[in-house]
Each structure stands twice: as structure tokens, then as C-alpha cells.
T-cell receptor, first 112, second 112 residues
Framework: EDQVTQSPEALRLQEGESSSLNCSYTVSGLRGLFWYRQDPGKGPEFLFT???AGEEKEKERLKATLTKKESFLHITAPKPEDSATYLC?????????????FGAGTTVTVRA | DAGITQSPRHKVTETGTPVTLRCHQTENHRYMYWYRQDPGHGLRLIHY???????DKGEVSDGYSVSRSKTEDFLLTLESATSSQTSVYFC???????????FGPGTRLTVL
């Protein structure tokens, strides 16, 4: 069974204080690892897909990296508008229906 | 934004009553998914569809049924709602290439 564990559960940052979120995963053959952002009362918004160890992707102040066992989402010089819950999900190679297994998320609060 | 709508957006119902939630897409994507999101559990897959009239169970399917008679519509039915089905329900869509799933705005369901 695929497992995804995110840490920490919650993260409080001062504006400009860089930090990282962790996503540890166990899957029998990884097709892709996905990061989403979710604002309160809204659906998850797609951020990145990573396919293989060593891959990195960036979007504004966010940078996602991938190893064989975990992924990190680095937030550089965060702003209050980066406050959200960040979700990690994996998709297994064996999945013919592109199903995702999600972690419980990390809630990030950035104070001005 | 992916063209996904969910209706209703909010619903309060009583234990034992039937409830149907609707997901409508304008993207012509093949795959559609229903998730529920609860504190501490993240997103859990209820049912999914891989084509018109083709559906399958997810990890928390007990008490739920689905139907897909058209590419654009995916219905989730609670035959006899229970308080444990109080949750936020999200619909998602994807295409064959594994570029992730795109989510609707969610339906908040309260079963009294």
C-alpha cells in the first residue's frame, strides 16, 4: 500500500524566513510525485509534478525537489500570501487509472 | 482554471436521507474522481471513473455509489446519509498523461 507522510503538520514563519516542508513516501514504483496548494474553503491547486530522483522544479518562491524516498518543498523568503496548506501526493506506476495517494498536508502560516 | 463545477456547494441534511452531489467538467477529460477530506486524514478516494459508465471503488467506498452517464458529469450518491459522512467532498479530473489531477471547489456536507 502506498504511504505518504508530511511533516511538520503546521509551520509558522515570519515574512522572509525561508523553510522547507517534507514529504516522505513509500510506493512500489513511482510514476510521479505531486505538490498542491490548498487555501481555506477551496479545492487543491496543482503546483508541480516530479518524476525522477534529482529532479527540481521552481515557481516563484517555491522549489520542489525529489529523492528516492522523499520530496522537499522549499519556500524562499515567504510572504503572507504563501500561507496555505501544502499537499503532497504520489502516483504509482502500477496504477492504470492515475489514482493519487495523498499526505495529510502541512499548514503554513506566514506572519508579516 | 480547469472547468470543474460542483453542486451544491453546501448542504445540510438529516441522517437516513439520500443525497446526490454533482460534478460537471468542461475539459472533456477521461478520468473523474470523488474524494472526501477530513481533518487529520487528508484526501481519501471514494470512487473514480475511467470513462462513461466505467467506474471503480476507492479506499473509502462503503456507503457511496456513483454514476457517469455522460463524459462531463459524475454523480456521487449517499443512499442513506450518516453522521460519519459529514465531510468536504471534492471532485477531480485528469487526462491519460500523468500531469496530475485538477480539483473542483468542493461541497461541504453536514449530516445531522
Amino acid at each position: 500500500e502506498d504511504q505518504v507522510t508530511q511533516s511538520p503538520e503546521a509551520l509558522r514563519l515570519q515574512e522572509g524566513e525561508s523553510s522547507s516542508l517534507n514529504c516522505s513516501y513509500t510506493v512500489s514504483g513511482l510514476r510521479g510525485l505531486f505538490w498542491y496548494r490548498q487555501d481555506p474553503g477551496k479545492g487543491p491547486e496543482f503546483l508541480f509534478t516530479l518524476y525522477s530522483a534529482g529532479e527540481e522544479k521552481e515557481k516563484e518562491r517555491l522549489k520542489a525537489t525529489l529523492t528516492k524516498k522523499e520530496s522537499f518543498l522549499h519556500i524562499t523568503a515567504p510572504k503572507p500570501e504563501d500561507s496555505a496548506t501544502y499537499l503532497c501526493a504520489v502516483q504509482a506506476l502500477r496504477s492504470n487509472d492515475y489514482k493519487l495517494s495523498f499526505g495529510a498536508g502541512t499548514t503554513v502560516t506566514v506572519r508579516a | 482554471d480547469a472547468g470543474i463545477t460542483q453542486s451544491p456547494r453546501h448542504k445540510v441534511t438529516e441522517t437516513g436521507t439520500p443525497v446526490t452531489l454533482r460534478c460537471h467538467q468542461t475539459e472533456n477529460h477521461r478520468y473523474m474522481y470523488w474524494y472526501r477530506q477530513d481533518p487529520g486524514h487528508g484526501l481519501r478516494l471514494i470512487h473514480y471513473s475511467y470513462g462513461v459508465k466505467d467506474t471503480d471503488k476507492g479506499e473509502v467506498s462503503d456507503g457511496y455509489s456513483v454514476s457517469r452517464s455522460k463524459t462531463e458529469d459524475f454523480l456521487l450518491t449517499l443512499e442513506s446519509a450518516t453522521s460519519s459522512q459529514t465531510s468536504v467532498y471534492f471532485c477531480a479530473i485528469s487526462e491519460i498523461n500523468p500531469e496530475g489531477q485538477f480539483f473542483g471547489p468542493g461541497t461541504r456536507l453536514t449530516v445531522l
